[in-house]
């Protein structure tokens, strides 16, 4: 059974920096591009950053690119989003995903995890 686990989130002031984690299990993830994506109250979800689990190239919105940076840990079989210089529209659901082909559309990814709160006040 394929389980993705987020933790991390909480509350962060504005200028402030959280590490989100996605632990998976239940299957070998190689060739995997591992996503993060977000969604806040009223919104669609909307793709944050991803990266393939085999070669390690990472992708990342034109909103987070500079801030965040994506990472995984092939020993633990997790994957981690550094947030530094959260903002207040930062504020979302943030989840963890797993897809064989796709990058950027959340349709396409066949594993979620259950999602973490990460609320940055200002």
């Known amino acids: 059974q394929v389980q993705l686990v987020e933790s991390g989130g909480g509350l962060v002031q504005a200028g402030g920096s959280l590490r989100l984690s996605c632990a998976a299990s239940?299957?070998?993830?190689?060739?995997?591009?591992m996503g993060w994506f977000r969604q806040a109250p009223g919104k669609e979800r909307e793709f944050v950053s991803a990266i393939v689990w085999t070669g390690g190239n990472t992708y990342y919105s034109d909103s987070v690119k500079g801030r965040f940076t994506i990472s995984r840990d092939n020993a633990k079989n997790t994957v981690y989003l550094q947030m530094n210089s959260l903002k207040p529209e930062d504020t979302a659901v943030y989840y963890c995903?797993?897809?064989?082909?796709?990058?950027?559309?959340?349709?396409?990814?066949?594993?979620w995890g259950q999602g973490t709160q990460v609320t940055v006040s200002s």
């Open positions: 995903g797993a897809s064989r082909v796709a990058v950027f559309n959340s349709a396409q990814y066949q594993y």
């Open positions: 239940g299957r070998t993830f190689g060739g995997y591009r």
